[in-house]
């Protein structure tokens, strides 16, 4: 089979002044500066004691509303479980039922949900319920000042926790994810952390060497002829059938084996993506990439500074998470 483009494979023409440095150009100095400071950027928005106490508390409660009134089970998946979500994340259950009766279980769980809003005694406060009507079927509501999204049967949502369970890997979210706007799922970037890690694993040494990496892979990507797959980057001229190209510098051993990904189901992650909102992705990519390059090339007594500065908005959405007054620069 014959090479999807031209060129070098994985470049986008005219674009390398644009681009972030390479990983190897950062000093073993400035890695260690910037990735001791990036730990009280992970302080404000990795999970606590007590954003884990208060979702087993809701989800412990949903459950019990649910199979109570309708004798179903309800299981939480997504990041809850991972222990990936943000603090103002929202919570994904799933109910079991007849796979028959699919829309009505749906509308029997906001019934459910509608009649505990107009309790006042009701244990704790839900709002807004509401039924979308979507190829998923969900009910979104809100409790404890906290979204809950319920779907039906989703076994696959199941399935992905186990995998990436068993995969795992942790994830830093942007602006570019919501697959109801047209942008990236939260499936889909977990696998694409997940692919960053099969790839470069012996060389990733903290989460800031994991999300440089991140971005300066896909800022270099060739999103027009090549998709992407925990195998390697696969031809597009070659779908259905999976063709994987590996990039001629990877070299290392995989951290997923063959077998440990064989009897995974193909699943195109990308089709949330509208092709305008692609475009948008690919110019944050590199635009990412090369901020944060230059951040890493600053002088080693400017790193900790200029990645508090670089990471200012997480830090001020998420301060009272971390408990601490970040001194922003200027």
């Not at 949903?62 to 998946?77: K, M, N, T, W």
């Not at 109801?180 to 499936?187: A, K």
Request: proline residues 4%.
């Amino acid at each position: 089979m014959g090479s999807c483009g031209n060129g070098n494979r994985f470049e986008m023409e005219n674009d390398w002044e644009f681009w972030g440095p390479d990983p190897s150009e950062v000093t073993e100095d400035c890695w260690a500066v910037a990735e001791e400071a990036i730990k009280e950027v992970v302080n404000c928005v990795h999970p606590t004691l007590d954003t884990e106490e208060k979702r087993k508390d809701v989800i412990d409660y949903v459950q019990r509303l649910i199979r109570c009134s309708l004798g179903c089970e309800v299981f939480p998946y997504g990041s809850v479980p991972l222990k990936t979500y943000l603090p103002d994340g929202d919570i994904d259950l799933t109910v079991f039922g007849s796979a028959i009766i699919e829309d009505t279980l749906a509308r029997d769980v906001l019934a459910v949900l509608q009649e505990e809003e107009l309790k006042e005694n009701a244990e704790y406060d839900v709002k807004d319920p509401q039924f979308i009507d979507a190829e998923v079927k969900l009910v979104k509501c809100i409790v404890q000042n906290t979204v809950i999204d319920i779907s039906i049967n989703q076994l696959g949502g199941l399935c992905t926790l186990c995998f990436l369970e068993q995969a795992w890997c942790a994830i830093m979210k942007s602006r570019l994810l919501g697959a109801h706007h047209g942008l990236i799922s939260t499936y889909a970037l977990e696998t694409l952390v997940l692919f960053i890690f099969q790839l470069f694993h012996s060389s990733l040494n903290g989460p800031l060497a994991v999300l440089y990496r991140f971005l300066d892979f896909l800022q270099k990507f060739d999103w027009d002829n090549y998709c992407i797959s925990l195998n390697g980057p696969v031809c597009k001229s070659s779908l259905p059938e999976i063709f994987v190209e590996m990039p001629d510098y990877i070299s290392n051993e995989l951290l997923l084996s063959e077998e440990f990904l064989r009897n995974r189901k193909n699943n195109n992650l990308g089709r949330s993506v509208s092709r305008g909102n692609l475009y948008r992705i690919q110019r944050a990519f590199k635009y990412g990439a090369r901020k944060l390059g230059d951040v890493l090339l600053s002088p080693s007594d400017k790193v900790a500074d200029k990645i508090k500065k670089f990471f200012a908005n997480t830090i001020e959405r998420h301060r009272l998470n971390c408990g601490l007054i970040y001194n922003i620069p200027a």
